[in-house]
């Protein structure tokens, strides 16, 4: 998948025209804050992983990607940045543990199909996981 909002030289001219615009001692402070400027965000990736995997995810493993994929950025950043506005709707205990195991297949497709197994093998597979896992 594509690890860019902007070809390079879009970015570069961009970062150009904001850096003209910015006081010299606030330069570098905003390079840094920039400096990942132009990778999609989580949620964007998410989207894009579900789009590209479609054709493989079982419905009942994923029945409402939106929501999933807003639980899971929302989750992150409460862990990443402890932010407290969003404790109560981080996932926790045995919610954080059902993400983690969805993140866990989803990741799991992906190489699959990465490694070219055909989509009915790869579903066959996730089942299987998901059966291991009622037991």
């Not at 070809?7 to 615009?21: G, Q, S, T, W």
């Not at 989580?42 to 807003?70: A, C, N, Q, S, T």
């Amino acid at each position: 998948m594509k690890n860019y909002e902007l070809p390079e030289k879009e970015h570069v001219k961009r970062l150009e025209e904001i850096f003209k615009a910015v006081p010299s001692q606030h330069e570098e402070w905003l390079k840094n804050k920039l400096a990942y400027g132009n990778e999609p965000p989580l949620r964007k990736r998410l989207k894009e992983i579900f789009e590209e995997m479609r054709v493989v995810i079982p419905k009942e493993i994923f029945p409402d990607e939106e929501y999933l994929i807003g639980k899971v950025v929302d989750t992150r950043n409460y862990l990443t940045h402890y932010d407290k506005k969003l404790k109560k709707i981080a996932a926790q205990g045995e919610e954080l543990y059902d993400l983690t195991k969805k993140l866990e297949r989803l990741l799991k497709m992906c190489i699959l199909k990465e490694l070219g197994f055909a989509h009915d093998k790869i579903k066959t597979v996730i089942h299987r996981d998901i059966k291991k896992d009622l037991v």
